[in-house]
């Protein structure tokens, strides 16, 4: 298992963008809208912002059922959105000791 320090960024990115893409498909897409208060006018201008990227990775992290159908459906391991999340502004862990 590669933990988030051994993915790539640009791989992170590329992870957020599929699941952007998937919840499009899946017509998730307004509810993730609402959730993050972005336009949907917006979203292709916001699509490069890796803050933005967190925000969906956060939206499809909510649900484990969300995340292991997203997985199916891109062909990657149920950890990747994590892993991903773990590489995008906000997903440091911290550790408190």
Request: glycine letters at 12%; hydrophobic letters at 50%.
């Amino acid at each position: 298992m590669i933990g988030a320090g051994g993915m790539r960024q640009e791989t992170a990115e590329t992870i957020a963008l599929q699941a952007l893409g998937w919840l499009a498909e899946e017509e998730l897409l307004g509810a993730f809208l609402g959730a993050s208060g972005a336009a949907l006018q917006d979203v292709p201008a916001r699509a490069q912002e890796p803050e933005f990227l967190a925000a969906v990775l956060d939206f499809l992290l909510m649900e484990e059922a969300r995340v292991r159908r997203f997985c199916a459906a891109r062909g990657l391991a149920c950890e990747a959105p994590m892993q991903a999340r773990g590489r995008l502004p906000g997903g440091e862990q911290v550790n408190w000791t």
